[in-house]
């Protein structure tokens, strides 16, 4: 069934990895480490699964955005002709090239769940390795909500959200009438059971279709301003040499920074 066939429908899909179907350990997370190659062809069958399912349901235009890492882990000659790629990374007004508010929906593929869940696979917030715990306005807040919020800013809601199942309950926590799939179940950090990649692939259709056809019940995501973003660094020396107002940049303790802005692009452009 075709889901608004006569509309032009268009959509932004944002890939992590972490929470794409087949993916447990850092091994396959890190460019250059044994497994990582081996995964990269896990995720770009699974964005191309993604891709098909939304040309199927009448997508007029599809831009997927590589999120991870540095921004360039598909494997470019295999993906699918029907969508446009945006790589690399610029700061958080340029994460989402080419976004504006023609979009119908984004979708949240192979996420994960913040820095400090328990029992989720890989969980963290943008940087494991500099940031600990975020909350923004006295909210506890990871990927999820962050870009959330940026597609928010241009009116476009949140449709679908894969990953871990720790990961679909954070997403529902935020976006209560978003449709999640559980590609995995996490029992640790580096544990899980797994499902079979190919039985992920077979069900995107279906899971594509019933997401957008719920497009009315979501919401985009925002939040009135001004804004507060704490964040708790994982090092005190990643702090030290570094200059704060006091006034917009505040230091409070060895580990802990407050920003914050009017303007929540101009904050997260500051930070991220
Ligand atoms: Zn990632």
Redesign the pocket.
Known sequence: MNVGKDAEMKFYVSV???GIAGIVMREQ?IPGERLYEEARVLLTNEVNAVVQSLVDIGASQVVVKD???FGLNLLINQLHPAADYCFGGLKASERFAGLDSSFDGALLIGY?AMAGTQRAIRDHTMTAVHWQRLELNGQSIGEIGLDALLFGLYGVPVLLVTGDDKTCSEAKSYLPEVTTYQTKKAYGRHAGLIRSPKSVYAEYPTIIERAVQNKAKCAPFQMNGPFELAIRYTSTDLLDGRYFDGVKDKRIDGQSVVYSDASLLELLNRVM
Do not use: N, T
């Open positions: 992590d990895m972490e997370l999120a991870h890492y994960h």
